[in-house]
């Protein structure tokens, strides 16, 4: 059966509402009901919620295509980008969405992973270090293209948060950098352009809150929509810096 | 009353955005910018297929150079661009794609020796050039005589925005985001700032700048079918033209993409033709050649996506509960290279159509029908990317109308765009806010913010009153139905009635929760009046140019008027409770073309109502070509004696490429 042609079932939906900002407001599970379309995805149903029964309910999205990392939530225990996810994937029709931990709540489903995303960024000093001047108008510097493609592998991260909230490190140690911020370590270490050293990036993320923080339970990786290698890349930083110690 | 104060103030922190906070807070300018979103959610993430830059390294791409590229941007755009604008453009392109790369954007490489590629729908064998391996590939798109897309895979709108938002941050630049701009500030035709809502406390804010520039993007959602982001609702243009100072230019000027899958409206990168991929109908047959011998599948954009709804009108659409459909076929071009180069569209279509378009045959074909995908319309500038009307309002990037795309833009100029304005008038702004004080009183400021403090609690005071959401997707069907890639007269009249009408109930709409902090339906009751402004601007300026150009296509005129039309319309709104804009043209001058209108090279001959200047301006043109090549002058001499141009910065200067030096 081709996912379009589900359609007609009368889907349940208990999702964790709570506002932090208004002193009344109480964590409690509210729930929805909604007849099923064909093709129906997370986010058509969430806004068919806001438009037809409650239209307070928060949450985020923004490209809708599982692009941009806006739409990280945890559905049925599963952190998941909504935009991608299909109810016709859950043959009871019984759907629990609650809000990402490890980041902050702003309301309902909306967390502020931008501002954890900015925090690690900056952390990691995520952009290119070189002394380097470089005039525009002449040929650009030649790269070796597989390590270019390399380099883009990594550089394919959204910021979506979902391997930091399935991340053991993370929930406990709310200064771990992630793997998504290891990754971005290894990001520049591949790029050419990056003129930094080992002793460098030892130097932002050699320590427990760093590369050796992780437990290796491989949870982000099972959940990165990007499938990005996390797990070879984290054991491959660990060795480099190591070795810095 | 919180009101920040800064030298720059720049609204929207997409790649437009970045790069002139960027150009900015280089020159020692204290620059803020404000989001929406955490900036690099912003939609120029999106972008999948592109960027041009005449680089010329690869083999295909090999004698392209600034004046090819000029040429197809203005053909694209049927002669409604500005030329002066593109030529600053296609100078700029190669020196932008060059910095992206020092920034890190791991553009893919050209690779020596031989590689296989689909070209009308074969197999071929290409052959690069030993010493162009590693530097900068490109690949064919749409409406382009050489390959000029430069790309990361399919995710090229991903890795420019996040070198951008990186380098800002390396600068330091203040990003702030859930910021939701609701109005300039604005006295005596100049800008002062902007009113903020604060998306996660509710609070309004002022913040006073020197300059203020928008590069808030497209206006995509006034439509119900579109390839844009949900943030796309265009209200930074709206905030522009709620000053009645401002004026926006060929808000009409929309532009439908050829292939966003069925039913999601996501879409599927130009790259997937320009790659090889081919469209095909109910039974299976390539029909693109048939209506375009020469561009075939990769003709325009605008051209592709009616000849895809004549097909379908002329029954060989695919029939699905969603409409009709075609398909795109791009097994063809096999899974290594799918799997390699269009990864995001196969995620897209295995995730949400259960559609492996790898899989040979008919079992690999994704289903497409044209959607809205880009606006050209926009704040209307000059070429320096200011107001013509609001001094110290600029703007850049999609939200903008500067304007070098007219009529249509081509696949691959628009991210393109982005980083070049961002760059030019990232720089001339930064020019502004240095030579300009903060002069306006505290006091303004203060009654801006509590006119929009005011308004928003008159919106939660009301008690009776219809729902807001039915109003929104009522406009957005209109916009599909009537004030699509078809248009009519009696259409396009339909849709202005009605939408203004809307336009009266949206302002009594009722809001449930009377909370003004995380409440949804409050943000789209100060939202929707907006966009049905803008609506408006693009149905009633369509409904008034009774020709048809580029994207912008009458049934009831079929012809390119350029003895009547060869002018931009421009909208503006002095007064807030009327319900239509106040419409006004600017000429287009012939005379100063560098290429003048002729056959835009689709369909058939004579669909043009010539303009006699566009002949005698051609014989000047020539005569002037003739005369300097005898005289052996070069290609940028002959170019600065028929259409002189200024750039700032380095921007001018010649661009080296690979075998022909500066030449
Ligand atoms: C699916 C898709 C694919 C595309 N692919 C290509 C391609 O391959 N090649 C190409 O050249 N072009 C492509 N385009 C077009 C191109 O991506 C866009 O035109 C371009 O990225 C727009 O960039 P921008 O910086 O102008 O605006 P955006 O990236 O849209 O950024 C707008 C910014 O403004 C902010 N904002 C908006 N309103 C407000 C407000 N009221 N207050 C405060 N902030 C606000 C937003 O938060 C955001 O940060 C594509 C477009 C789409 C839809
Ligand atoms: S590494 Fe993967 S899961 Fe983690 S933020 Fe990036 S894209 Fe998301
Ligand atoms: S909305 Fe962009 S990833 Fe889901």
Same mark, same amino acid.
């Given at each position: 059966m081709s996912k379009n042609e589900s359609k007609g079932r009368e889907l349940l939906f208990s999702i964790l509402k709570y506002n932090p900002r208004d002193p009344e407001s109480k964590p409690a599970f509210v729930e929805y009901r909604l007849t099923e379309t064909p093709g129906m995805t997370l986010f058509i149903a969430l806004n068919k919620i806001r438009d037809s029964?409650?239209?307070?309910l928060s949450f985020d999205f923004v490209c809708r295509a599982g692009i941009c990392g806006s739409c990280g939530m945890v559905i049925n225990g599963k952190p998941l980008l909504a935009c991608r996810t299909l109810t016709a994937d859950y043959a009871d029709g019984k759907i629990q969405i609650m809000p990402m931990p490890a980041f902050e709540l702003i309301k309902d489903l909306s967390v502020n992973t931008g501002k954890w995303m900015e925090a690690m960024s900056k952390r990691v000093e995520s952009w290119i270090h070189s002394n380097e001047v470089h005039d525009i108008t002449k040929l650009e510097e030649p790269i070796d293209p597989d390590v270019a493609d390399e380099t883009f592998e990594l550089d394919r991260c959204i910021e979506c948060g979902l391997c930091v909230t399935s991340c053991g490190t993370a929930l406990m140690r709310p200064n771990f950098v992630g793997p998504a911020g290891l990754n971005r370590v290894a990001r520049f270490q591949m790029d050419p352009h990056d003129k930094r050293t080992d002793a460098d990036f030892y130097e932002l993320v050699g320590d427990d809150d760093g590369i050796f923080g992780c437990m290796s339970l491989l949870a982000c990786e099972d959940h990165c929509p990007k499938h990005l290698p996390l797990q070879e890349k984290i054991a491959y930083m660990r060795r480099k810096l190591v070795a810095q110690r | 009353m919180k009101i920040t104060y800064c030298d720059a103030l720049v609204i929207g922190g997409g790649l437009a955005g970045l790069r002139a906070a960027v150009a900015t807070q280089k020159r020692g300018l204290n620059t803020i910018v404000l989001s !929406?979103?955490?900036? $690099?959610? /912003? =939609? /120029? +993430? #999106? +972008?999948? *297929?592109g960027m041009q830059a005449s680089l010329g390294n690869a083999k295909m791409s090999q004698g392209d150079n600034e004046d090819v590229h000029f040429m197809d941007t203005v053909k694209g755009s049927d002669w409604g661009c500005d030329q002066d604008v593109a030529r600053m453009f296609v100078n700029t392109a190669p020196k932008a794609i060059r910095e992206l790369s020092n920034w890190g954007v791991p553009w893919t490489r050209v690779r020596k020796g031989p590689h296989e590629a689909v070209i009308n729908a074969e197999r071929t064998t290409i052959v690069e050039d030993d010493e162009a391996h590693g530097l900068i590939t490109s690949r064919d798109f749409g409406g382009t005589k050489k390959w000029r897309t430069c790309y990361t895979a399919d995710a090229t709108g991903h890795t420019m925005l996040f070198g951008v938002a990186n380098e800002a941050m390396k600068q330091e630049v203040d990003i702030r985001d859930r910021k939701e701009v609701l109005s300039l500030i604005h006295e005596d035709n100049v800008c002062h700032g902007a009113v903020v809502r604060d998306l996660i406390t509710g609070e309004l804010e002022g913040y006073v700048a020197k300059g203020t520039l928008i590069a808030t993007g497209g206006y995509g959602r006034l439509y119900q079918t579109t390839t844009n982001a949900v943030i796309c609702e265009g209200t930074g243009q709206a905030a522009a033209l709620e000053t009645g100072v401002a004026t926006l230019g060929n808000m009409e000027a929309v532009q439908f993409h050829p292939t966003p899958i069925v039913p999601s409206g996501i879409l599927l990168t130009e790259g997937c033709r320009g790659d090889g991929g081919v469209l095909r109908d109910v039974d299976g047959y390539r029909f693109m050649p048939d209506y %375009?011998? %020469? $561009? $075939?599948? !990769? +003709?325009s954009r605008d051209v592709v996506s009616r000849r895809m709804m004549e097909h379908i009108r002329n029954g060989k659409g695919v029939p699905s509960d969603f409409g009709d459909h075609l398909w795109l076929d791009i097994s063809i071009l096999g899974r290594e290279h799918i799997e390699k180069n269009l990864r995001d569209v196969q995620e897209i279509a295995q995730q949400f159509n259960g559609i492996d378009p790898a899989d040979e045959g008919a079992a690999g074909w994704l289903p497409v029908r044209p959607a809205q995908h880009y606006s050209m319309g926009g704040i209307r500038t000059k070429p320096t990317g200011e107001s013509q009307k609001l001094s110290g309002l600029f703007s850049c990037g999609e939200a903008a109308c500067w304007d070098m795309h007219g009529f249509n833009r081509l696949g691959g100029n628009s991210v393109s765009e982005t980083v070049v304005s961002g760059m030019i008038v990232g720089n001339y702004f930064a020019h502004y806010c240095e030579d =300009? %004080? @903060?002069?306006?009183s505290t006091k303004a400021v203060h009654d801006a913010i509590l006119k929009q403090e005011h308004y928003i609690e008159e919106i939660l005071s009301r008690t009776e009153g219809e729902d807001i959401f039915p109003i929104k997707k009522r406009m957005q069907k209109i916009m599909d139905d009537n004030v699509g890639i078809f248009r009519n007269g009696d259409s396009l009249q339909s849709a202005v009635d009605e939408l203004q009408e809307l336009l009266v109930r949206s302002k009594k709409a009722i809001v449930k929760?009377?909370?003004? +902090? *995380?409440n949804p339906e409050l943000e789209e009751a100060y939202r929707v009046p907006r966009m049905l402004k803008l609506a408006l601007c693009v149905a009633y300026g369509g409904l008034l140019r009774t020709e048809s150009r580029g994207a912008h296509y009458r049934e009831d005129y079929l012809k390119r008027d350029d003895a009547n039309w060869l002018k931009r319309t421009l909208t503006a709104w002095p007064d807030d409770t009327a319900t239509l804009p106040e419409v006004s043209y600017e000429e287009l001058d012939i005379m100063k073309m560098e290429i003048p209108p002729?056959?835009?090279?689709? *369909? #058939?001959?004579? @669909?043009t109502i010539e303009n006699p200047l566009s002949q005698k301006r051609q014989e000047e043109v020539d005569a002037v070509r003739e005369k300097l090549e005898a005289e052996g002058k070069d290609r940028y001499e002959i170019q600065a004696a028929l259409m002189d141009y200024a750039l700032p910065l380095n921007y001018k200067e010649k661009n080296e490429r690979l075998g022909v030096g500066y030449e």
């Open positions: 029964l409650d239209a307070d | !929406l979103v955490p900036v $690099k959610r /912003s =939609h /120029s +993430a #999106a +972008a999948q *297929g %375009e011998p %020469e $561009k $075939k599948d !990769l +003709a =300009h %004080e @903060m002069t306006i929760s009377k909370t003004k +902090a *995380g002729a056959f835009r090279g689709y *369909g #058939a001959k004579g @669909m």
